[in-house]
């Protein structure tokens, strides 16, 4: 979770909901240690992520291992995604979209700005994959050196 920065935020007087209980409520769903009848189910869960009574947000969510979906009952791989309530003017909170589902294999940043498409962001990841490219050259390198020493 990530409070999504904005002057219009800042300005409007509104009371609004913590963002905080967004987490909360998301991670009791999964804890075995509450009984069914004190917990929220995922479908509510769900509504209250839509509720525009938030400000600006973004929030990865999810399970990476094997589950069952909350909705259909059957078993599928674990996925994480991700949601935002604020649209690209950052004046309005954006119409209803269900969360994304983020790809595997990819690399992805969160910031209190857009998801994914912040300066400090994109120029993070770029300087990531710089590093990891040049750690991978290097274990191959040494990986070939090692070949070569016992042939």
């Known amino acids: 979770m990530t409070n999504y920065r904005t002057e219009r935020n800042r300005l409007l007087k509104k009371r609004y909901e913590s963002r905080g209980n967004l987490v909360m409520e998301y991670v009791k769903i999964f804890d075995s240690s509450i009984p069914k009848g004190k917990k929220m189910k995922y479908e509510a869960w769900l509504s209250m992520l839509y509720n525009h009574n938030y ?4 929030l990865i969510f999810g399970n990476v291992l094997e ?7 059957k078993k599928k791989n ?4 991700v949601y935002t309530n604020v649209n690209a003017s950052l004046s309005d909170p954006v119409p209803f979209e269900p969360p994304a589902e983020l790809l ?4 992805y940043g ?3 700005g857009a998801f994914n498409k912040w300066a400090k962001v994109v120029n993070g990841k770029y300087d ?7 750690a ?3 274990v191959k390198e040494v990986d070939h050196s090692s070949e070569e020493a016992l042939t």
């Open 55 to 58: 400000k600006g947000f973004n």
């Open 67 to 73: 589950q069952v979906d909350q909705v259909t009952q």
């Open 78 to 81: 674990g996925a994480l995604r």
């Open 104 to 107: 595997t294999n990819k690399c």
């Open 110 to 112: 969160v910031s209190n």
């Open 128 to 134: 990531f994959f710089q590093e990891f490219l040049a």
């Open 136 to 138: 991978e050259k290097a």
